[in-house]
Antibody, heavy 116, light 110 residues
């Protein structure tokens, strides 16, 4: 059974840093395209970052240079390092496995609140 | 401002058929397949449709998808009260190298 479990969210002041983790089971993270998708309160879904099985990484413009996606193959875990956090980064962050060019398997999400 | 455009809300009565539209561009819907998600409050999205019109196992055949050009639609027939939820479309975007989403449509079953 495919399972994704996010952790690492919380309340952080503007300018601070957080690292989100996404522990996977039932499949191999490094063999799949993995993404982070966020959802601000009352808003729609927004793709944030992705990492190809080959290692190439991609970001939306608003987080480029501040966020870094990575993976630990031994731990079968996906990460999102978030630096210089802003109020507009407040959202529930989901990790997901992409199958047939769409996120198919999702974690339960972890809430990141950026506020002073 | 979501990349894909959906109506904010639709409604129907039990047993009716409703459709939800999704409009995009040549870099996403126009060149890649479309998916649809159902999202209940406080939960992660659940994939309902992929590859324009395919249903994952366990999704009732009351849900169907279609695509034409840079637009797509989700149809729900035989509407049931448990279908009341938010629905969101998605497609891969070649210019972003990632998926893009609609803003979501709230379905109300009257």
């Amino acid at each position: 059974e495919v399972r994704l479990v996010e952790s690492g969210g919380g309340l952080i002041q503007p300018g601070g840093s957080l690292r989100l983790s996404c522990a996977a089971s039932g499949f191999t993270v490094s063999s799949n395209y993995m993404v982070w998708v966020r959802q601000a309160p009352g808003e729609g879904l927004e793709w944030v970052s992705g990492i190809h099985s080959g290692g190439a990484t991609y970001y939306i413009d608003s987080v480029q240079g501040r966020f870094t996606i990575s993976r630990d193959n031994r731990k079968n875990t996906l990460y999102l390092q978030m630096n210089s956090l802003r109020a507009e980064d407040t959202a529930v962050y989901y990790c997901a496995r992409v199958v047939s060019w769409l996120p198919r398997d999702w974690g339960q999400g972890t809430l990141v609140t950026v506020s002073s | 401002q979501s990349v894909l455009t959906q109506p904010p809300s639709v409604s129907g009565t039990p047993g009716q058929r409703v459709t939800i539209s999704c409009s995009g561009s040549s870099s996403n819907i126009g060149s890649n397949s479309v998916g649809w998600y159902q999202q209940l409050p406080g939960t992660a999205p659940k994939l309902l449709i992929y590859s324009d019109n395919q249903r994952p196992s366990g999704v009732p055949d009351r849900f169907s998808g279609s695509k034409s050009g840079t637009s797509a639609s989700l149809a729900i027939s035989g509407l049931q009260s448990e279908d009341e939820s938010d629905y969101c479309c998605a497609a891969w975007d070649d210019s972003l190298n990632g998926p893009v989403f609609g803003g979501g449509t709230k379905l109300t079953v009257l």
